[in-house]
């Protein structure tokens, strides 16, 4: 879904996961760390904190993850999915958290390649075969593979008692099937 939201929504969400302590050690444009535009001092670092348990801090990171990929920040949003996942072994009770963060990997990896081959094709005139179309085939395809082995390892992960594991499991299967075509389409 958040890949239909709108910039300033994304911007908005970012600010209000980020106004929770403790603070978020990741830079991103969106993120300020230190003192505020507005002039506000900077969080405090000491305890109490608002999300105090791994689950919760673990949930912040995979939700940034996804909302800085949504609006094009690869580098962060792949920093805070790697968080999501770095708790697994602490969470208690949101285990899913770890799954999902591994599936939006698998997302993240596929969509910096997209994003990468929109450019060149935005600056190469007429349609015609852009320079470096071998090294783009290698890309794809090592995105390709890495996505596929990160979907391997969610279903590995899955759980009939989790929450969301049927979903997740079915938005699997629909991205398995996007990896196919696109296999296809480069004729892998």
Known sequence: MHS????????????????????????????????????????????????????????????????????????????FLLDARSRQAEIETSTWISSVALFELAVLDLKEIEAIEKAIEAITPGGRQYPGAEEMMRLWTAALQSASEKLDQTLGLLTS????????DSRIAMLRDE???????LTL
Request: no cysteine; aromatic share 4%; net charge negative.
């Open 179 to 185: 990896i196919a075509i696109k296999k296809e389409m």
């Open 4 to 79: 239909r939201v709108d910039e300033k929504i994304v911007e908005a969400h970012i600010k209000d996961w980020t106004a929770l302590s403790p603070p978020v050690t990741i830079r991103s444009p969106y993120i300020i760390i230190g003192p505020n535009q507005d002039g506000a001092k900077e969080q405090s670092t000491a305890g109490p904190y608002d999300l105090d348990t791994p689950d919760e801090l673990s949930l912040r990171s995979l939700l940034l993850g996804i909302v800085h990929r949504t609006v094009g920040e690869y580098g962060p949003s792949r920093a």
């Open 161 to 168: 008692d989790m929450d969301l594991s049927s979903r997740l």
